[in-house]
C-alpha cells in the first residue's frame, strides 16, 4: 500500500486505535485490575465471537445491508451445539452442526433479500423473532448447563498467553482481508455498494454476491456461538439476545460506512475492541450498566454521523 | 394582443458551457407560442428559468408589463406561470382534487379542509373545459397519464394562470388522448391564456401554433408567424449551416456483418428494427430521448428482453439474458449515465476499470494479481489520458471528462468486438471530447463493430460511417455518411420516413 502519512491519520481504523490506546491507558491508571492477565484474557475471549461475525457483518453492510439476526442465529447454533455436546457427539460434528445451522438462516436471509427483493432490515428482523421463537420450543425455558470439558479449550484454552479462540478470530480475519480484496467476489461486494446499477451493467452477478454475504454471515455466526457455549457452558433461551447490536456497533465504529460501499474487516475488529474496552472499564470503575449504553450509543451516532457528512462530498 | 410574459437578453451558463446567450422572447395572451430546436438548444433552460427552476445570469423578465425575480417553482406558479411536464409530476396515492388543491386547500372557518367546496370547485373547472370528471375521487397513480395531464391543466386553472407551458405535452399520449388535448388547448387560447408549446412533432405544431420560435445553440435563430413559414425553413434553422468535418479513418469495413439485429420489437418501447454493424464500421444512432434508442442497445447488451425478433451475432442467433452473458461474447456497453450505471464513486480508478476483466487476471487459488491489475490500469490511464493522482484515486475527486475516460476504460477492459457506446462524450469537456472521438475512430480502425449513440447531431454527424435514425420506437431513416446532411437527419428524427439506404 502506497499510502502517504497524512492519508493514514485520516484514516477511521487510526483514530479508533488512538482511542483504544487512550482509554486503554486511562483504564490501567484508574483501576488496578484493567492490566491484569486475568482480565485481559477474560476481555479477549469475550470479543472472539464478537470480532469472527463482525466479518460476515462488514461485508454485509459494506453491500448496503444489514443483518439483525445474528443474535438469534447465535443463540440457535449455541442450543444446537449444547445439545449435541449433551448427547456427547463427536466435536467435528458439533462442530458441522453448529456451522449448518448459522449457513441455513443466513441462506434464508440472503435468498428473500437477493431474489425476493425485500429489504434486509425487514428480512433480517422477521428472522430475528422467528428463530427466537423457536429457540424457545426447543428448550422449553430450560438451561443446558454441564456442558463436557472437552469441548471447552475453544473457548478458554490459550496459546502463547492468547485465548485459542482470539487466534481463529484473527486468522479468520486475515483470509477474509484477503479475500474482499484480492478476490473477485470480495470486488463485487464494494461494488454492489457503491453502485448497485452499475454493479449489474459491469457484469457482476448481483444475487449470488448479496446471496454470499448473508450466507457467510450465517456460517461465521453458527461458529460464534459454538465458541459461546465452549466459553459459558450454559445455554439459556435469551443467549445472543442483543449481540446483534455489538456486532453492529462494532463494524460501524470500525470505519464500514452505513450507507455501503466501504469498509475493511480490521477495522471492524478494532471497533470490537473499542466497544470491548469500554464495556470492561466501565464494569471495573463500577459504573452503572446504563451509562455504558449511553457511552456506546453516542460513539455510534457521532460516526455515523460523519459517515453521512462525508457522503455528502463524495457524491458525483 | 397584449404581452403577457417577455423574456429580455436573458443569458445562463452551465460551466463553461454557455446555454443561452442573449434570448429575446415574447408570449401574447391567447396565442399559442411553439418553441423549437434539436437537444441542446437551450429549449429546457429556456423554459426552466421562466418556471422558476433556475434564475438567469443576465437579462430580464416582464410578467404583465412588471420586471419580475422568479426564483421558485412555487413563486412561478402563484404569479400564475404553470408548466404541464412529459411525465406529469403528481403525487399518485392522492385523488385528482388533492393534488389539484394541495398547499392551497380550501379551509372551513375553524380550519379543517373543505372538501365539499374543493370537489364542486374542481367539476366545475372540468366543466367548463367540457371534460369528463368521474374520475375525481381516484388516487392519481391509477389514472392514464392522459388524465394526469388534464389534471394539471385544471390546477393551472385553479391557480388562474395566465401563461401554460406544455413540454413535450403529447409524446406519451395516444391518438385519441393528443385531439383531447388539442381541444383543451384551444379552448384555453380562446380564453386569453399564453400557451408555450414544445414539441419534436413539427406536424402538430403546424396545427396548433399561432407563432414559432426556433432556437439553435442558445440562441434564436428566427420567430414566425405560422403561416409565413414551412417545414424546410424550420428544419433548416434548427439545423444551421452544419459544417461538420468527418473524423479521418484509417481503416477498411468488412463486408460479413459481426452484428445483426431483425425485426426487434418491444411493445411500449420499440418496433420492427432491424439494422447491421460491420466490424471496422461506426454506427451512429441518432433519436431524440425517448425515441427507444437506449432500450434497443440494452436489449442487446441482456438488461432487457425483447417481445419478438432475433439478434444474430457472429453468425448465430443469441439470447443474452444478462450482461455477464453478453460480455462472455465479447460485447460491450458504455451506458448513458455513467453516475446511474457507470461509475463506482468510492472505489479507486483501478478497482474501477479492473471489474469488467477481474476473472481474466486470476492467479493460483482463484486471486487477482494484482500486478497485472496495475499494469493494465497504468496502460488504459495512460492510452485515454485519464488525468489522476494515481489509481487508488476515489473516481468521485475526478472531472467529469476523466470520470467517464475510466468507464470507457472499463470497457475496453474486456477487449470488445462490438463496443456500444450511449452518448459518448455527455457533460464532457472539449478537450476529452475530442480525445474521446478519436479514440472511437482509432477503434474502429483496429475492427471493432461500434455503435454509438448520440443526441448530439454534430456528434453523429462528424464520427459516423452510417447513421440509423429513430422516432418513436422505429427507424424513420438510414443513411450512408457521404449523403447524409443535417436536414435530412433532423427530419427523420422527427418523424419524416426517409429510409434511403437498405442493407
Redesign the interface.
Known sequence: M??SRGQFFRKREFTVLGLIVVLAIIFSLTTERFLSVSNLTNLLVQLAGTAISAIGMTMVIITGGIDVSVGSILGMSSVVAGKLLMANFPVVVILGAAIATGLLFGFFNGSLVAYGKIPPIIVTLGMLNIIRSLLFQLLGGRWISGVPPAIRVIGLGKWLGIPISMWIALILILFFT?FLN???LG??I??VG??I?????????LTRTILFVYALTGMLVGFAGLIYVARTGIVQTNTGTGFELEVIAAVVLGGT?ILG??GTIVGSLLGAFLVGIIKNGMVLLNVPALSEGLVIGALILISVVIDVVRAR???? | METVLEVRGVSKSFGGVQALKGVNFALRSGEVHALVGENGAGKSTLIKIISGALLPDRGEIFYLDQPVTIDSPRKAQEMGISTVYQEPLVYNELSAVENIFLGREIRKPWGSIDWKAQEEKTKALFASLGLPYHFLREPMGELSVGLQQLVLIAKALAYESKVIIFDEPTAILTEHETERLFDIITKLRMRGVGIIYISHRLEEIFRIADRVTVMRDGEVRGVFSIGEVNRDRIVELMAGRLLVEAIERKGKKSDAPLLVVENLSKRGRFSDVSFQVFPGEILGFFGLVGSGRTDIVQTIFGLMRQDSGNIIYQGKTVHFSSPEEAMQSDIAYLPEDRKVQGLFPILGVGYNISITFLKEILGSFGVVREKKERNRGEEYVRRLNIKTPNLKTKVYSLSGGNQQKVVIAKWLGTTPRVLILDEPTRGVDVASKSEIHNLIAHLADEGLGIVMISSELPEILKMSDRIVVMHEGKITGVFDRAEATAEDVIRAATGERLISVER
Open positions: 502506497n499510502m484477503y484480492s478476490r473477485p470486488r463485487a464494494y461494488a457503491n453502485n446499477e452499475a454493479a449489474r451493467v459491469s457484469g457482476v452477478n460506512s460501499g466501504k462530498g463524495e457524491r458525483i
